[in-house]
């Protein structure tokens, strides 16, 4: 089992920036691919980030990439986005997830994942 903490949303205004936070607990963490979904009201959950087991390798969302930075500290069992320039599109509920190394090529496929956070909003107003 792995259990995963998100921290850091909130509230902010068109242009800003937010840094969220993910804490594991439980199994290797560095074993584990790391990936940054978001939900808006009333639409699918989408894929925002993920970050490979070692942190060599990263995926963004289009829309988000030059915006966000995903990254890792695996002394630390944490991995983080930095969200910059944020927009109002933005807003949603974000989760962290793990998926086994061995997934990395389909780490755009929400079902990879076998662990999830609960979510942490953010919201950005104009």
């Known amino acids: 089992q792995v259990q995963l903490v998100e921290s850091g949303g909130g509230l902010v205004q068109a242009g800003g920036s937010l840094r969220l936070s993910c804490a594991a607990s439980?199994?290797?963490?560095?074993?584990?691919?790391m990936g940054w979904w978001r939900q808006a009201p009333g639409k699918k959950r989408e894929f925002v980030a993920a970050i490979s087991w070692s942190g060599s390798n990263t995926y963004y969302l289009h829309s988000v990439k030059g915006r966000f930075t995903i990254s890792r500290d695996n002394a630390k069992n944490t991995v983080y986005l930095q969200m910059n320039s944020l927009e109002p599109e933005d807003t949603a509920v974000y989760f962290c997830?793990?998926?086994?190394?061995?997934?990395?090529?389909?780490?755009?496929?929400?079902?990879?994942?076998?662990?999830w956070g609960q979510g942490t909003q953010v919201t950005v107003s104009s």
């Open positions: 439980g199994r290797t963490f560095s074993s584990y691919n």
């Open positions: 997830a793990a998926s086994p190394s061995g997934r990395w090529s389909r780490a755009l496929v929400s079902d990879e994942y076998d662990y």
